[in-house]
């Protein structure tokens, strides 16, 4: 039986019912679990939602160079509407905000993140972006 890798991070994605994407990470972000975060993020935009993420990285240990690299680049294709971020320290503030300035400078799009010392706080901040959003759509035919 083999023990399991203590440096394998855990992943923990779900929807909740008010539309936010709630994405946990335990240990070392991979690249198998920035994939799967992109690909939640692409199938609730796909379904003509807008997604808004919040982002607990209170337990990440560590983000890998080339995990930063392959989120940084836009080749996983995700596409946020709104990112709050809970419990991160100075480094991964500055970590986050180095890849999503990459991102909006090679997509060609923007998008707000902030960081909170609680989900509550995040949670609000992100259903009030999606009201901004929703307000600027013209309505549906």
Request: hydrophobic content about 45%.
């Amino acid at each position: 039986m083999h023990e399991p890798d203590p440096r394998r991070g855990v992943l923990e994605l779900r929807e909740q019912p008010n539309g936010i994407l709630h994405v946990m990470a335990d240990g070392e972000l991979s690249e198998e679990m920035a994939r799967s975060i992109a690909a939640a993020s692409r199938r609730i935009k796909e379904s003509g939602r807008e997604v808004l993420a919040l982002a607990d990285v209170s337990r990440i240990k560590a983000i890998p160079h080339d995990v930063r690299k392959l989120m940084a680049s836009g080749a996983l294709g995700a596409r946020h509407d709104a990112v709050a971020v809970v419990g991160a320290s100075f480094t991964l503030r500055v970590l986050a905000m180095l890849t999503v300035r990459s991102m909006n400078l090679l997509t060609s799009r923007s998008y707000p993140i902030e960081f909170f010392a609680t989900e509550a706080e995040a949670c609000a901040w992100l259903l009030a972006q999606g009201e901004r959003i929703r307000a600027r759509q013209p309505p549906a035919a």
